[in-house]
C-alpha cells in the first residue's frame, strides 16, 4: 500500500516503482536472499470486489531496508503503475519515483541540499511541474508513514495522537496531518492497532475523508488500509478501497 493521499489529485496518484528489468537490476543469488515480497489486495468498499494489487519487494542490506520496489497490478495482471522509494537517508521521508504505466503519470521526491524536490507531471507529452521546498520535521514522505508509525507505536497503542507533516508531491506542497488511535480490533485472527489519518487543518478537514488503518500489535506490520486509494479507476477517479496485506514468515521479523 502507499499512503500518500490520492484525494489530493484529480487525476491518478504519484506512491514507487519500476520492474526489476525495467530497472536493469540484475540479481546475483546472494543479493535474493536480501529480498523480502509481500503483497496487499485492493477490493471496492461497497461491493468488495477485486480491483487491484500491490506487489512489494523490499530490499534489505545489514539488517536495513534500503529501498522498495511496489508493482500496481490490475485484476488481470497488467502492470498498471510502478514505483521505487529509497530509505536510506531518512526512512520516514525516503526518496521515490513513481509512474503510471496508462497514461505517463509521474510523481515523486528528491533529496537536495536545498531541501526535498517535489516533482509531478500530469500525463506523457505535459509539463514536469517541480519545486524545493524545505518541510519542518516530523516529515513523512510517501511509504515513510509506515515507519512513522512504527517509530511512534508505544505512543499511539497509550492513545496518544500524534502530528505529522504529510509531504504531497502531486500538489508540490505539505499539508499537516494527525495519526489518532482509534481502538483495537482484531483482524485474520491478530490482535491490532486502529488508527484514523485526518488532515489537522479544520478548514480542509470537510473536504478531505480520513483514512482507516490497522497495525498488528505484535509485529508492527500494516494489515489492513481502508479509505481513498492513490490508484485510479478507468474514469480517472480515485478507487475507495479496502487493502489487506499478507506477509511471508521471514517480513515479520523485521521492524
Known amino acids: 500500500m502507499n499512503l500518500r493521499p490520492g484525494f489530493f489529485r484529480a487525476r491518478y496518484i504519484s506512491p514507487v516503482l519500476v520492474s526489476l528489468m525495467v530497472l536493469g537490476t540484475s540479481m546475483s543469488a546472494e543479493d535474493t536472499q536480501n529480498w523480502i515480497r509481500y503483497r496487499g489486495n485492493a477490493y471496492d468498499l461497497r461491493s468488495g470486489a477485486f480491483l487491484y494489487s500491490e506487489n512489494h519487494n523490499e530490499y534489505w542490506q545489514n539488517g536495513r531496508h534500503a529501498y522498495s520496489i511496489v508493482e500496481y497490478r490490475d485484476r488481470d495482471g497488467r502492470l498498471i503503475a510502478s514505483k521505487r522509494i529509497n530509505f536510506q537517508a531518512n526512512r520516514s521521508a525516503p526518496t521515490f519515483r513513481l509512474e503510471d504505466r496508462r497514461d505517463g503519470y509521474v510523481e515523486g521526491v528528491e533529496r537536495n541540499a536545498s531541501g526535498l524536490a517535489l516533482f509531478t507531471r500530469e500525463s506523457e507529452g505535459k509539463e514536469l511541474r517541480q519545486t524545493v521546498i524545505q518541510v519542518p520535521d516530523p516529515v513523512v514522505v510517501d511509504g515513510g508513514f509506515d515507519y512513522f508509525v512504527r517509530d511512534n507505536f508505544d505512543a499511539l497503542l497509550q492513545g496518544r495522537s500524534i502530528p505529522l507533516n504529510f509531504v504531497v508531491s502531486a500538489k508540490l506542497d505539505y499539508f499537516r496531518f494527525r495519526v489518532i488511535p482509534a481502538g483495537q ?16 487543518n479544520l478548514l480542509l478537514r470537510p473536504l478531505v475523508a480520513s483514512m482507516e488503518i490497522s497495525y498488528d500489535i505484535e509485529t508492527r506490520r500494516l494489515l489492513r488500509y481502508s479509505g481513498v486509494s492513490n490508484i485510479n479507476n478507468d474514469q480517472g477517479h480515485s478507487y475507495q478501497a479496502r487493502i489487506d496485506f499478507t506477509y511471508p514468515p521471514e517480513a515479520l521479523a523485521h521492524r
Open 185 to 200: 480490533t482484531e483482524i485474520n485472527g491478530r490482535p491490532a492497532l486502529k488508527l484514523r489519518l485526518t488532515i489537522d
